[in-house]
């Protein structure tokens, strides 16, 4: 079997024993790296973009956290590009399960090497139809991502397990071409142009948030020792909580599961007790914001810990501890909430004595687990 290219790249490295890990000089380089991503995709984003006008279907397919950017895609290019059939779902699932792609659709893969084998194998069958064809990836990507008709080149391969630059990096690149897309509609107009103010904040405000990460480190060490953690959230934040939840798994070692707020009050919350924790992922006013609120309430009621992370002019769920983000719009939230998340997983893994960069290689159950199968 293929050892993974992650145990490959840390191999390659030194591995480290003590903070700051890789995971931690990872996300500290976001926001050069969201700067220079931009960028240099600049004229591929405007030409592929242009393309995707004429499309009567839009596919996008990742694995783990490229799933979830291909989520964050849907969610961008629906919402913010118009675009009304659009669908992130898994390369595994695309590649097994559904039917052949369509001549006049296109699909996008995200991967953050290019070589995942059902990444390649559903790029690989949408090429042989003659459909449209883009690959997001990272510097290296395999020659599979490179016979896409388009490549979009995120950041220099990571040398921690938990991605997290190539994640932020690939999320500006779907924003961009979804606002492109907007563009080309012929929907240039003051919301897009808001839209378009904010984005470009957005590295500043990673800048200012990096920089003072007391909260975040302050949250990892008051709640070390909860074992089972739910990350709630609605909308586009869903799709952060998904996020966090597998990076608490694989640099924290905790357990973690994201719940869809609604979904979370229809039963699940039957599993809340004093051993968990409820992480409140609150992007959004009005009904989403009103039943974060009533949700962290019932939350309390069953006597879990609450940590609310709260982006401006929503209201602020009741929480044991709360960090506020910066943000005006529900749109982009997921940029801000995502970045104090990672920085508190990162401090978990700290306060929790786990290595955020191996993902448990370093045991040799693990490591013989990762001789079973190939990526």
Same mark, same amino acid.
């Given at each position: ?49 242009? %393309?995707?006008?004429? *499309? /009567? =279907?839009?596919?996008? #397919?990742?694995?783990?956290?490229? $799933?979830? !950017? @291909?989520?964050? &895609? +849907? ?40 070589? %995942?084998?059902?990444? *390649? /194998? =559903?790029?690989?069958? #949408?090429?042989?139809?003659?459909? $449209?064809? !883009? @690959?997001?990836? &990272? +510097? ?50 003051? #919301? ?7 984005? @470009? ?54 357990? #973690? ?119």
């Amino acid at each position: 079997m293929a050892v993974s290219r992650s145990v490959e790249l840390l191999s390659s490295a030194t591995p480290r024993g003590a903070h700051p890990y890789y995971m931690f000089e990872a996300i500290r380089e976001q926001p050069g790296a969201i700067r220079r991503v931009i960028e240099r995709n600049h004229d591929g984003i405007c030409a592929f973009a242009d %393309k995707l006008t004429g *499309a /009567r =279907a839009v596919w996008l #397919a990742g694995i783990g956290t490229s $799933l979830n !950017a @291909a989520m964050y &895609g +849907e969610y961008w290019l629906r919402s913010a590009g118009g675009i009304r059939w659009v669908r992130a779902v898994s390369s595994f699932d695309l590649a097994n399960y559904f039917p052949a792609l369509e001549t006049g659709w296109a699909l996008i893969t995200m991967s953050h090497r290019g070589w %995942k084998q059902f990444s *390649a /194998r =559903a790029a690989t069958q #949408a090429r042989e139809r003659g459909i $449209l064809t !883009a @690959a997001i990836s &990272g +510097e290296g990507a395999s020659e599979g991502a490179r016979l896409a008709d388009y490549l979009f080149i995120t950041t220099e391969q990571e040398i921690s397990g938990a991605h997290t630059k190539s994640l932020t990096t690939a999320m500006a690149i779907l924003f961009e071409l979804a606002i492109e897309v907007r563009r080309l509609r012929g929907g240039d107009d003051e #919301a897009a142009r808001t839209l378009r103010a904010e984005f @470009a904040e957005i590295p500043s405000r990673y800048e200012r948030r990096i920089g003072d990460d007391g909260r975040e480190r302050e949250a990892a060490k008051r709640f070390k020792n909860y074992k089972r953690i739910v990350i709630i959230g609605a909308g586009p934040n869903f799709i952060t909580a998904r996020e966090i939840a597998l990076k608490l798994k694989e640099a924290a070692y905790a357990y #973690a599961e994201a719940m869809q707020v609604e979904e979370f009050l229809h039963g699940p919350i039957a599993a809340a007790d004093a051993e968990t924790l409820a992480i409140l992922v609150a992007g959004a006013p009005g009904a989403p914001g009103e039943r974060m609120v009533e949700a962290a309430r019932a939350i309390g009621e069953v006597g879990a810990a609450r940590l609310a992370v709260v982006a401006p002019g929503v209201p602020a769920p009741e929480a044991e501890f709360t960090i506020p983000v910066e943000g005006t719009s529900e749109t982009l939230s997921p940029f801000t909430m995502i970045l104090s998340l990672q920085l508190f997983t990162y401090y978990s893994a700290i306060a929790r004595n786990a290595d955020p960069d191996r993902m448990r290689r370093g045991d040799p159950r693990h490591a013989r687990a990762g001789q079973r199968y190939e990526l």
